[in-house]
């Protein structure tokens, strides 16, 4: 576990336990490798696979969380950090966590977030969505993109999510989904199933990951059935949108 050094700034009083998590107990070793291998590419492949639609819907996630200026936000499976700098730059006076359980997303996110954005408050940890090293009531806002399917205990996420929010604190979860049936939905699983992954590879040097991401999101469950899990995981107001004609779906939820 890294602690915060140089630029980066945190509260005390949020950090309940600062220890390095046996990851293994927690997702299975290769998964974390493969994201640790795909790290140099992400943003890149990110963009080119998604055509810059990642950017929007990033945005569209942070701007439904309605921040106040001074929010204390947690993006878990930060990844590179774009999440936390969308954040930062909605709302200039936040402070911004995140925590990834892939070393190598981490330190290019400490270096994108302290290129753009100087001193401003910002903490990153290495940690998992089913074991996060912050304390009850916390968080403004916590939020997750493209993250939520690669945790195999979700509702224990969700239950963390909802624990580490104050009350009336949001928790948004945006993740790729399938189009419905038709035209739209055929040639969306053709590129995904059959080009993606060839891009992907080519660039990261990485098939399997670019295999893995097809796979993962077939597998998630539709979004009512989401839904249903975030309400058992004790959220309240549920609502989602689906974004760029089904290909994301943005889910928001209020802790009581």
Known sequence: ????????????????????????????????????????KYDFLNRL?????DVYWRREMVRALGLPDYAVVLDVACGTG???????R???????????FSQNMLDIARI??????????????????????FAPETMDAVTI????????????????????????????VLELNTPHEGLLRSLYLLYFKKILPGIGGFFSKNTDAYQY????????????????????AGFADIAWKSLSAGIATLYIGRKP
């Open 112 to 133: 994108k977030i302290r290129e753009a954005q100087g001193a401003r408050r910002f903490a990153l940890f290495a940690a998992d969505a089913l074991d996060p090293p």
């Open 213 to 232: 991401l097809p796979d993962s999101v077939l597998n998630f469950p539709p979004p009512a059935g989401f839904a249903r899990l975030m309400r058992e």
């Open 49 to 53: 696979l998604s055509l810059r639609r």
């Open 1 to 40: 576990m890294e602690i915060p050094t140089g630029q980066e700034e945190y509260h005390q009083d949020t950090i309940m336990h600062i220890r390095r998590l046996s990851m293994t107990k927690i997702q299975p070793p290769s998964i974390r490798r493969m994201f640790d291998s795909i790290a140099p």
């Open 82 to 88: 774009d999440v936390m700098l969308e954040v930062l």
């Open 145 to 172: 993109a493209f993250g939520i399917r690669n945790i195999h205990d979700r509702k224990r996420a969700l239950e963390n999510f909802r624990e580490m929010l104050k009350p009336g604190g949001v928790a948004a």
């Open 90 to 100: 909605e709302k200039p006076g936040s402070t911004a966590y995140g925590i990834d």
